[in-house]
C-alpha cells in the first residue's frame, strides 16, 4: 500500500503565508515527479507545481514569484511554500507523485486526501 499523507493547510489571510507538507509512505521503490494540484469550488483540479527527483520545477503562471516548491528525497516528502496569498487561491489542494512499488514493472499516479487552504480577511 501507498500513502500520501498531507498537512499545513487552513485559514491565511490576503498577503499572507502557508506551508503545505505531504509525506509519501508504503511499499514504494523509486518517485519520480510530485506535486500540487488545486480544485477550487466549482473548477476543474489544476497543476499549481511540479517537481522531479532531480528537482527540476514546473509552476502554473498564476503563482510564479509566489509560491516555491521543493522535495526532500531522503523523506519521500514534498513541500509547497506559498506566499502573498491571494483570495483566489482558496481552494482544496492534492499531492500528487508518480511512483514505482516494488515489485512493479510500471509507475503509477498516487494522490493525497487533499488540504483545505482559504484566503480571507
Known sequence: Q??????????VQPGGSL??????SGTISTINV????R??????????????SGGS?????????RFTISRDNAKNTVYLQ???LKPEDTAVYYCNANLRRWGARQSSA?????TQVTVSS
Open 57 to 65: 520545477t514546473n509552476y502554473a503562471d498564476s503563482v510564479k514569484g
Open 34 to 37: 510530485m506535486g500540487w494540484y
Open 110 to 114: 498516487y494522490w493525497g486526501q487533499g
Open 39 to 52: 480544485q477550487a469550488p466549482g473548477k476543474q483540479r489544476e497543476l499549481v507545481a511540479t517537481i522531479t
Open 82 to 84: 506559498m506566499n502573498s
Open 2 to 11: 501507498v500513502q500520501l499523507v498531507e498537512s499545513g493547510g487552513g485559514l
Open 19 to 24: 506551508r503545505l507538507s505531504c509525506a509519501a
